[in-house]
Nanobody
Framework: QVELVESGGGLVQAGGSLRLSCATSGRTLGSYAVGWFRQTPGKEREFVAAISWDASAKNYADSVKGRFTISRVNAKNTAFLQMDSLKPEDTALYYC??????????????????WGRGTQVTVSS
């Protein structure tokens, strides 16, 4: 019933930009924190960024801080991840997720209740 659908992934050259979208349905986005995670084969799921229910607080992994920007539009039940200055090591399947625990931008994936199926981001050298 609750669905999260990521979009906006693709193939870009190093230094390029992409904007990922996370559209939710079945629930209103308000009161949920939204997180972005990424995963590559053979690696554990990695936290990327998160935003509080009201966008007053944000949390970024050190590896993306200064390059990625998370945002949300609750009225449209949509969240975004703007990715600039992309590097080959950013290549991964990117997932969005929502957490109803306390609405804060936690980096722990165990706190997230619903997940999308991911969108692939590939950054070439």
């Amino acid at each position: 019933q609750v669905e999260l659908v990521e979009s906006g992934g693709g193939l870009v050259q190093a230094g390029g930009s992409l904007r990922l979208s996370c559209a939710t349905s079945g629930r209103t986005l308000g009161s949920y924190a939204v997180g972005w995670f990424r995963q590559t084969p053979g690696k554990e799921r990695e936290f990327v960024a998160a935003i509080s229910w009201d966008a007053s607080a944000k949390n970024y992994a050190d590896s993306v801080k200064g390059r990625f920007t998370i945002s949300r539009v609750n009225a449209k039940n949509t969240a975004f991840l703007q990715m600039d200055s992309l590097k080959p090591e950013d290549t991964a399947l990117y997932y969005c997720a929502i957490s109803q625990f306390d609405g804060m931008p936690t980096r722990w994936f165990e706190s997230y209740d619903y997940w999308g199926r991911g969108t692939q981001v590939t950054v070439s050298s």
